[in-house]
């Protein structure tokens, strides 16, 4: 449906994609309201290409939907195509665009994902239009300046470029050392609940769907109904008011607890003490220098400790910056990289939930329902059984894409590839971040109830973590015997006999075959 003026002389087509929603980004410089025109496009495409879970495409509906009418309500012209139009690509709705509205130039901030960059130049110039890409001006390092950072290192870790962008930023800075004499915290922020569970939790602050976002569930239901996924739970932050409501709730109410158990896990409780943010940051409704400021500002008025506060701001300027220059770094070819051979199909539970494994069941489901998960989540739980099972490193991909409400390209990919599967042979991890059943026996209580024992590899009741654990560490111990941080690993598999070692091998194809027939 549009909105912008039905005449030519239109001398910028501003593009607005779904994850930048911000009047403050680079491709509103210089914006004039009497000759320039806003266009966003709702287009199936970016719900198909990978089934996206309803709730994720309903959630960046909802926000762009909010952010037309916060457009249009300062007066800007907005050129806006819905799902209630035909059905068609990002480039055909602005090929649409441009033969209907004459453009002399197409503007855009640099989009979250190779894919759609690609395909706007190749339609700029089969419209015969140019195309300026400015820097997205959200993040706090450009692309440039990650090059720049690169240069001459053999390893990219996250940590020494982290303690860069403390230095560049000031941020938990006293001087030219590290606030609390330290660049992080984290042996600090390991712990995990007591039998008792965490108790009494704080609820996140709930955003009850107005007649925008019910009108855009709707839309969804009818569109996609067979997508994955579900609306029951949806209560999102859609704009820049309820996000900023969102960050001073988590400020406020669970950073204080947060660094301590931000690799915690207890079944049932989705959220804990994490904060939410990660959607409305990545769609652009809250700046992440707001939410760095905020857990900076809660430490140093004594709100929450050094440890909390740290923790998340390396999430944010540090994590988040990272993966993305690794993205730009090393895109289109890093999407092929699969340095471990891995080749298994997903197993069918991660669209459905159902296997006996209470942790990878907790998970799952709660994914399913929500279109989220935590970090540790992610990576120990859902990333380390695909990881071990030796799943296609693109398919266990194009399920983090599809699956969580905060996914665009930019964030999923590189923690997907390469932190959570090795598949880009270092380039972000040290080394697989492997482990046995023992690991989220620690960390949670998921293995209370579940029938399969963690300290056993090959029994019938054997965990299928320990189990295609040591199954991995065999299949790869030729190519990580170099790594010198697989060393205590490699040698706890030297001390197995062979007669054990094959009952492992046996035990790892039973539950191979069971979870990829």
Known sequence: ????????????????LGDQLTESGAAFDGFDRRRDIVWMAEADEESIHVPSHRAR??????????????????????????????????????????????PERLVVAEPGEWRVLEALRRTADRLDRPLEVRPDTRFLCSAEQFAAHAVGRKQLRMEYFYREMRRRTGMLMEGKKPAGGRWNFDAENRGAFGREGPGPLPAPVSFEPDKVTRGVIQDVRRRFPDNPGGFDRFDWPVNGEQARAALEDFITNRLPFFGRYQDAIWLGEPWLYHSRLSAAMNL??????????????????GRAPIASAEGFIRQVLGWREYVRGIYWRFMPEYL?????????????????????MACLADALKQTLAYGYAHHIQRLMVT??????????????????LAIYVDAVEWVELPNTLGMSQYADGGVMASKPYVATGAYIRRMSNACRGCRFDPGDAAGPDACPYTTLYWDFLMRHEKRL????????????????????????????????STLTA
């Open 1 to 16: 449906m549009s909105g912008g003026r039905d005449v030519h002389g239109c001398r910028n087509l501003v593009l607005v």
């Open 57 to 102: 495409i309903a959630l960046f509906l909802s926000a762009m939907r909010h952010f037309r009418d916060r457009l249009r309500g300062r007066g800007l012209a907005v050129h806006y195509t819905a799902l209630d139009d035909e059905a068609q690509t990002l480039s055909g709705a602005l090929e649409a665009a441009v033969h209907r509205l004459g």
């Open 284 to 301: 652009g409704l809250l700046d992440p220098r707001e939410a760095i400021a905020a857990a900076e500002r809660a430490w140093g008025e």
């Open 336 to 356: 092929e990289r699969n340095a471990l051979g891995a080749e298994a199909p997903l197993p069918a539970c991660y669209w459905t939930g159902e296997t006996e």
């Open 383 to 400: 990333g380390l059984f695909a990881l071990l099972l030796g799943v296609a490193p693109r398919e266990v991909h194009r399920w983090y």
């Open 481 to 512: 015997a170099g790594n010198p941080r697989m060393g205590l690993q490699l040698r706890n598999l030297g001390r197995k006999d062979t007669a054990e070692g094959k009952a492992i091998r046996r035990r790892a194809a039973r539950v191979r």
